[in-house]
Structure formats: C-alpha cells, structure tokens
C-alpha cells in the first residue's frame, strides 16, 4: 500500500497461503498517494522473490495472460529482476505510472517484507555498499604495552541484506590472503598501532553473487613532537660491581664503564611519537636508537592506553633535551 505520504506499507494476510503451495507469492498495490508512482522496488532479505523461474501467476489460468515475459507480471505490470540479486526486484507501471486511488497485481517468487517507491523505471540496483570504521580496543585486554585498535568492515547488499561471507583483500595484507566477513556482512580485524608509522586500509570485496565494491580508511597516524640527541650511550648500572670490587678497583672499573660511550663514538637519539586515531584517545609512544659508524641498535617503547597517562612524556623529553625538544 502506498500511503499519502508516499512511504510504502507491507501488508500480508497469514490466511492466504502461497499460491504455488510453496513459496510463491501474489502482490496487489494500492496507490493510496495523491500521486502516480512509476515503479516500486520491493526487497526480501533471504527469500529469493526476484529468482523467477517458471511458475508465476499465468501458470494458474489466470485470465488475460500472458502480460509479460516471465509470467509472473499483471495487467500493466513489467518485471525487473536478476540473478546476481536475488532477495530485490523493480516492478514497473506501464503509461504515466499507478494512477492515485488506482490497483495493480503481480507474483514474485518468494514473500517480500519492504518496498519503497522508485522515482523512475530504471536500472535495479545492484552491487555493494560498504562502510568502514576504526574502534578503540579496551583498555583491560590490550596486549603487552602495544596499542591496537579494531579495523571494521560491514558489507550490505542492494537489497538491504547483510553480505554474507563476502570475501575481502587488504592492501596491508600479505599477498594471497583473504579475509571474510561474518553472517552479518562484518569484518572486524584487530590493527597493531606502531610508533612512526601511519596506516590506511584499503579494502577490495567481492560478495557471493559476483557484487564487487572498494573502500579506504585511515586507521591512524603517527608524527614526531620531539628529537633529542646526546654524545655516548645510556649506561647501565655497574654499582653493585664497584661495591664489590671497592676501594682503587672499584673506581677503575667505574672510570673506565663511563669512558667507553665516548671510546665507542655511539650517539643516542630519542624521539617522542604522538600517534591519532579517528575516534579514540592518542597514543603516545618513545624510541631510542643508539649508534656508530658500523651498526644502529633499536629500542622501543611504546605507551599504549593502559600506560597512557603518561601525559609527561613530552615534558621528560624536553628535560632531557636541557630545555627543550629539537
């Protein structure tokens, strides 16, 4: 029923079984709109109605028919349907369209449960839309001290149904691998956050009836707020071994331990990461590389969320610069 609003109402009586015995359905429309509607989509998720085969409504000696090509059209009716997209179909009225106050039938090949107004016959609509998003992970199960946030695909057919087992390649992902999304047309992945890096996911899905669409999302971002350098390497504590050695001994081997990072030529380098995610609390994360003219050591330390409130990371960063980050 087409109400005055132009909004569409699905009525169905529990009575009238299907006409075939089986699942077939007979449609009549009501145009109760102060205006003609050329066409309807109708939608039902899961029940292929728009999988014509060949026992529509002039198999049953209906009189007048044929009206149309598949048999499953009324008087005045054309059909619209195709297999890639089986759960929608368009139905199309003939001449200026369904006139206001004015009745038409048709059969389908399964129940429909929603119907909306098409502004003009045309193409049916068919492919995928795609949504992306990125989420915080909790606090309590965030692994180590590593920061992760979740990566979340939804994949939704033409006709408004989840797309199901859709299969999805990732631009971060390792040559080969596919991923799929769930019963309910999701892909939730769970996204290492690294320190001086940045991430986009470009997502490439192809659904179970041939449907393909693409979609791109910024998981996060990473910039440098701060750089510091220093002659030398950290020093470990050797404070147990003068204690043991003491006296002369103990001094010479603290000497000759504070002389080797200037001996060695190593440089330190820190650098203070501030890394943003859509959507959730930034990341703080430290790296320091200590090196020479042979070799480079890493080490690095990240501050996830559990260990975000260290909002002093800077400030310690500028200390230790002796006033302030390069």
């Not at 009324?74 to 089986?86: D, F, M, N, Q, R």
């Not at 996204?191 to 991430?199: H, I, K, M, N, Q």
């Amino acid at each position: 029923m087409v109400n005055s609003d132009n909004t569409v109402t699905v009525l169905e009586d529990p009575l009238v079984p299907p006409y075939d015995g089986s699942e077939d359905t007979l449609v009549g429309i009501v145009n109760n709109s102060p205006a003609p509607v050329p066409a309807v989509t109708v939608f039902g998720p899961g029940t292929n109605l728009g999988g014509l085969d060949s026992d529509g409504l002039c198999s049953f000696g209906v009189t007048g028919c044929p009206f149309g090509p598949t048999g499953y059209e009324g008087p005045g009716t054309s059909i619209k349907a195709s297999t890639g997209v089986p759960d929608i179909a368009e139905i199309d009225f003939s001449g200026q369209g369904l006139a206001p106050g004015a009745t038409a039938y048709f059969s389908l090949e399964g129940a429909l449960t929603s119907a909306k107004i098409t502004s003009r016959p045309g193409p049916m609509p068919t492919g995928l839309t795609l949504s992306t998003s990125v989420t915080d992970e909790p606090i309590s199960p965030d692994p180590g001290t590593h920061a992760y946030v979740h990566f979340i695909l939804t994949a939704i057919n033409a006709d408004g149904s989840p797309a199901s087992n859709a299969a999805v390649t990732l631009s971060n992902a390792k040559p080969g691998d596919v991923f799929h999304t769930n019963a309910s047309g999701v892909l939730n992945l769970l996204e290492r956050v690294t320190a001086g890096d940045s991430l986009t996911i470009t997502a490439n899905v192809t659904a179970t009836n041939g449907s393909t669409a693409s979609a791109q999302q910024e998981v996060y971002s990473s910039s440098t707020y701060a750089v510091c350098s220093f002659k030398g390497q950290p020093q470990t504590d050797i404070s147990l071994l003068t204690e043991m050695l003491g006296g002369l001994w103990g001094a010479v081997a603290d000497l000759i331990h504070s002389l080797i990072p200037f001996i060695g030529g190593y440089t330190t380098t820190t650098y203070g990461y501030k890394i943003t995610v859509p959507g959730a609390s930034d990341i703080y994360a430290q790296w320091l590389t200590i090196a020479n003219a042979k070799q480079t050591k890493v080490n690095e330390t990240d501050y996830s969320r559990k260990q975000l409130l260290k909002p002093d990371l800077n400030s310690q960063l500028a200390r230790s610069c002796g006033g302030g980050p390069a």
